[in-house]
């Protein structure tokens, strides 16, 4: 008995002595914005092993020898925070941390899933992550829409400054632009220095390049598709930005909570400071323009919803002090949504397009406007069935009316010498109809397929002219005229349009895929420059001009790596195009009441392989594209006015066959991100005299082959430097500056190669649009 308490006592005592040299630390971890706790953050300490973490009230508890501690502690997306202690009592220590803010970009709501390129069954689709935009350099500091899509492979443009862009080899004219499903015919400001979209506005951008959904036509290369932001629904937020040529502001809210919403993003410009920082012949040069995009969405209840959309737009931009180009884009839509039940629902859109554009000169005795115009009226119905999550199925119908005008001329004051022309404006009508099923058969396999037939009538009032069998259509074989009514049809076109897209997934991080579609375009952009410009104007087609067509095939192999943090791809694709739309040697386009006799229809051909490496995670993320292609067409006419090249192939304006661009961002600390593009292109086809002769005592210049030729290769670097002033992804109120730098290294990338007479002699000379490196500052307020 006695032998059991002492061992009691001594145990006692033990315990008393090993509890007197332990002691507690203890606190509390939270957010240094918010002040809310946080959980899971790790509590380490320096000579130990192990350590503790913070439950859900952010709180831990541990128990430590007596001593000298650096303690440690660390958690997702927050700065490390070390601190040192003298543990010789209990001690109660609360830790406020830092959000990291160069993992802000990690921690953002993503819009699209990390492995989207390898489970969904589309190829060819690029899709632009809109806050990464702002990171991108470009020119003049201004974000832009086109110029961050021409970082993907297959998309170019013919150089700085153009209008539009190209996607693997096609025209400008073959791009369906599509904004909240309203037709944009103009995609540039400034006549293609900037985008005409404010991507301010945007919520997502979507680019069809292949497998392009049987809900779209009437364009052969490509479907670009960008939807504006909803509007918040539970309070007012926006951005103000200030830049060297731009100012913008968007504004969204709830004008009845959660009920009525609505958006509003506008900017314009004053771009005249840097344009007279050129050298003559710009020095006289004026421009602006603005644009305005506004919406308004109402939830009626939990099942229908109807939503007004508008965009606005107006350029102009003078050239000296005798001539103005403009350019103003009016559209509106309204949409109608109804859920019936949670596997079906029913959308109507009506969409109005008006774009007018043209010149004014101001010449003494010479002063006139020309004005084209085109107005797109639209409707749309479609229903969406989805019975089950793995199968979707939609069909619907859309009618478009046109109705454009190729030009009207007249003169601006008494005295001018200009005479009235007007040239009979067209009417069509397209009607078609469609059909899709988007099915995951299983989880390696998946398709989608639909149809699409398009019915096209060219319709009256207007006299058409019917030229003499076997010979070249010129105003002299001309052997009779016939006068349409209004709305008789002159002439009708049509047919199907299959879709198919096709996709194997090998593993979980990688599939193939396969898509095949026929496009009909009836609008085509009659232009005998390379990029858009204002004098240029659409055209339906005709009795005499029949529908483009393309048949593409594209076969494409999909890896991911590192849990999605690399992204890899290389697509091929084969074009077969009928009724390419090519001029005459010589053509004359402008106030042709014949134009028909200028065009002749082409075949053409685009092949191409395009490779891409992605990173999408870490402070270093970027993105390596590489596209080997090339775009050809072939004229074969029985008639030496028609021919070009002797029949044989030839390089399309847009056949550029190697482009490289490279991009980078790198999250440095504090809310510091560096960015860089490097890009190269082959120089665009070009037609450079064959040789000179000497007529009636002059020198004259012979230029007997089309795009035979090359202008220099296109190299550029640009970079850029980001703050973010954030601490917290939700800091509701923060302000960003930017500081970027293009053509660092100043290169005269050559837009064109022009020929001029020169006493007996020719002599070439080269046009640059940008021949130093160009800075720029802005800077944006979020609230």
């Not at 606005?312 to 839509?333: E, G, P, V």
């Not at 076969?555 to 890899?568: A, L, P, R, V």
């Not at 028909?596 to 053409?604: C, D, N, Q």
Request: aromatic letters at 12%.
């Amino acid at each position: 008995m006695r032998t059991t308490l002492l061992g009691v006592l001594l145990l006692l005592f033990s315990f008393h002595a090993i509890s007197q040299s332990r002691f507690l630390l203890s606190g509390t971890v939270t957010d240094a914005t918010s002040g809310q706790p946080i959980p899971g953050v790790g509590v380490f300490f320096s000579g130990l092993s192990s350590g503790t973490l913070t439950d859900s009230s952010g709180k831990y508890m541990v128990a430590l020898p007596k001593g000298g501690y650096i303690v440690t502690m660390r958690a997702l997306g927050y700065k490390v925070e070390t601190f040192n202690i003298n543990l010789n009592q209990n001690l109660t220590r609360s830790v406020q941390l830092s959000v990291r803010v160069d993992e802000l970009a990690e921690v953002e709501i993503k819009t699209t899933k990390e492995d989207r390129n390898i489970k969904e069954t589309q190829m060819g689709v690029v899709k632009l992550e809109m806050k990464n935009l702002k990171k991108i350099p470009v020119v003049f500091g201004e974000t832009d829409i086109i110029k961050a899509l021409t970082l993907q492979p297959g998309i170019t443009t013919v150089g700085e400054g153009a209008g539009g862009f190209n996607v693997r080899g096609g025209r400008v004219d073959q791009n369906l632009v599509l904004l909240d499903g309203m037709p944009i015919y103009n995609t540039s400001h400034l006549l293609g220095f900037l985008s005409s979209i404010n991507s301010d506005a945007l919520s997502g951008v979507s680019l069809y390049k292949g497998g392009i959904p049987a809900q779209y036509g009437g364009r052969l290369s490509s479907l670009l598709e960008m939807n504006t932001k909803s509007g918040n629904a539970e309070r007012l937020t926006g951005s103000v930005g200030v830049g060297l040529i731009t100012s913008k502001v968007v504004l969204e809210g709830p004008i009845l909570k959660n009920k009525i919403t609505f958006m509003v993003a506008g900017r314009v410009a004053y771009p005249n400071f840097m344009i007279n920082q050129f050298p003559a012949p710009t020095d006289k040069s004026k421009a602006f323009f603005y644009d305005l995009n506004a919406k308004i969405q109402y939830r009626i209840n939990s099942k229908n919803i109807l939503t007004l959309n508008s965009y606005r737009s107006y350029d102009n931009f003078k050239f000296a002090d005798d001539t103005l180009y403009y350019a103003k884009t009016q559209n509106l839509s309204i949409q109608y949504s109804n859920l019936i039940n949670k596997n079906l629902s029913l959308n109507f859109q009506g969409i109005y397009c008006n774009y007018n554009f043209g010149t004014q000169g101001y010449r003494t005795d010479y002063e006139f406007t020309l004005n084209s115009n085109v107005r797109h009226n639209e409707l749309r119905a479609f229903a969406l069935y989805t019975p089950k999550e793995q199968l979707k199925a939609e069909i619907g119908v859309n009618a478009i009316d046109y109705n454009i005008s190729p030009g009207n001329l007249k003169p601006d004051v008494s005295t001018s010498s200009i005479i009235t022309l007007d040239l009979p404006r067209e009417f069509a009508r397209e009607v078609s109809p469609y059909v899709s099923v988007d099915w995951s058969i299983t989880s390696k396999i998946s398709l989608q397929a639909g149809a699409r037939y398009s019915i096209f009538q060219n319709l009256g009032p207007k006299q058409v002219f019917d030229y003499a069998e076997g010979q070249s259509r010129s105003s002299q074989s001309v052997i009779d005229s016939i006068s349409y009514g209004k709305n008789q049809v002159i002439k009708q076109y049509g047919g199907i349009e299959p879709r198919l897209s096709l996709r194997f997934a090998i593993t979980k991080s990688s599939a193939v895929k396969f898509s095949y579609n026929r496009m009909r375009q009836y609008l085509h952009l009659i232009s005998n420059t390379t990029a858009i410009s204002p004098v240029d104007f659409w055209k339906v087609s005709d009795k005499h001009i029949p529908p483009q067509i393309a048949d593409q095939l594209s076969f494409g192999i999909f890896k991911n790596f590192k849990d999605n943090t690399y992204e890899t791809s290389i697509e091929a694709y084969y074009k077969d195009i009928q009724n390419l739309v090519e001029y005459k040697n010589g053509a004359r386009l402008y106030f042709n009441p014949t134009i028909e006799t200028e065009l002749i229809a082409a075949k053409g051909k685009a092949y191409g392989i395009e490779g891409s490496i992605q990173k999408n995670k870490g402070r270093l993320k970027g993105s390596l594209s590489y596209t080997y292609s090339r775009t050809l067409a072939r004229v074969q006419s029985d008639f030496p006015s028609e021919q070009i090249n002797r029949g044989e192939w030839f390089p399309s304006t847009f056949d550029k066959p190697h482009n490289l661009a490279i991009s980078i961002q790198h999250f440095i600390s504090n809310g510091w991100t560096f960015s860089a593009n490097f890009v190269y292109a082959s120089g665009r086809p070009a037609t450079y005299p064959d040789r000179t002769y000497r007529l009636l005592g002059k020198t004259v210049i012979d230029y007997s082959s089309r795009n035979l030729d090359r202008i220099p290769d296109y190299h550029r670097l640009d970079a850029s430097l980001l703050k973010d002033t954030r601490k917290t992804p939700e800091q509701k109120k923060y302000t960003t500056f930017s500081l970027s730098l293009y053509n660092i290294y100043g290169r005269r990338n050559p837009y064109s190669i022009y020929f001029v007479r020169y006493n007996n002699s020719i002599r070439s000379y080269r046009l640059s649009v940008f021949g130093s490196v160009i800075p720029a500052v802005a800077v944006t307020y979020n609230f």
